[in-house]
């Protein structure tokens, strides 16, 4: 059970790794809930390649050269197996990404028009440019919503702020409006690096299970296609 540890398994590939993310909680373990599953299924896959291949040992049947075929030809399936759960995952999670990036970068022009606004904007941009940025800032964590709807929801340069100094602000007032969606983002893009960082681990962790290289199973296998071409009829 890949709740159980197993010591022939490299730690990186048990499902624990994926809720020592930080931000890992009631709220974002649906949105990891692929990654985890990916996580354990290598982990118990790569497992049950070091089984195979200490059972293949007993078998009177097989040479030592026979077996290792028999496991690399196991591992490979499995591998591709995994590697399938793994770029799941990963798209899983860059489509979660890409769907909070977007609700976290709306723009709030309805916010933006009125009389009071306009004089909101003129203020803001009478300020001098070290303060301007602090004064919306503080606008935002503080919960003024008059100030931060009318600085951002209308153009930027009206309040003196380039649309990338307003889209900065934007995305820091949604964060503070929605620090559920804010949390889910940060953890979606850990377990999304932490797919990346761990997924590449699975060839030398299959390669170790079965017990040889690659490339020596790739030689036993040519001789054994060569030798059997010798019986065809």
């Given at each position: 059970m890949a709740d159980e540890v197993d010591t022939?398994?490299?730690?990186?590939?048990?499902?624990?790794?994926?809720?020592?993310?930080?931000?890992?909680?009631?709220d974002t373990a649906s949105i990891l809930a692929?990654?985890?599953?990916?996580?354990?299924?290598?982990?118990?896959?790569?497992?049950?390649?070091h089984d195979a291949s200490a059972a293949s040992k007993t078998n009177p049947a097989w040479t030592e050269a026979a077996a290792l075929i028999e496991v690399q030809g196991f591992a490979d399936k499995m591998t591709t197996q995994l590697a399938k759960k793994f770029d799941s995952a990963t798209a899983n999670l860059t489509r979660v990404i890409e769907g909070l990036e977007r609700d976290l970068s709306q723009p709030i022009e309805s916010r933006g028009v009125g009389a009071m606004?306009?004089?909101?904007?003129?203020?803001?941009?009478?300020?001098?440019?070290?303060?301007?940025?602090?004064f919306i800032r503080k606008a935002i964590e503080s919960g003024d919503e008059r100030t931060v709807g009318a600085v951002l929801g209308g153009v930027p340069y009206l309040s003196g702020l380039t649309p990338e100094m307003q889209n900065v602000m934007l995305r820091l007032h949604h964060?503070?409006?929605?620090?559920?969606?804010?949390?889910?983002?940060?953890?979606?893009k850990a377990g999304l690096e932490l797919l990346g960082e761990r997924a590449p681990l699975?060839?030398?962790?299959?390669?170790?299970?079965?017990?040889?290289?690659?490339?020596?199973?790739?030689?036993?296998?040519?001789?054994?296609?060569?030798?059997?071409q010798s019986f065809v009829v």
């Open positions: 022939r398994v490299t730690p990186s590939f048990h499902p624990d790794t994926v809720q020592a993310i930080a931000e890992y909680d009631d692929g990654t985890e599953a990916a996580f354990k299924e290598a982990y118990i896959g790569v497992g049950r390649v606004s306009a004089e909101i904007r003129a203020y803001v941009k009478g300020l001098p440019d070290g303060e301007r940025m602090g964060e503070k409006s929605n620090p559920r969606a804010a949390k889910q983002l940060r953890a979606a699975l060839f030398n962790e299959m390669q170790k299970a079965v017990g040889a290289p690659q490339a020596k199973v790739q030689k036993l296998r040519a001789a054994k296609a060569k030798a059997e």
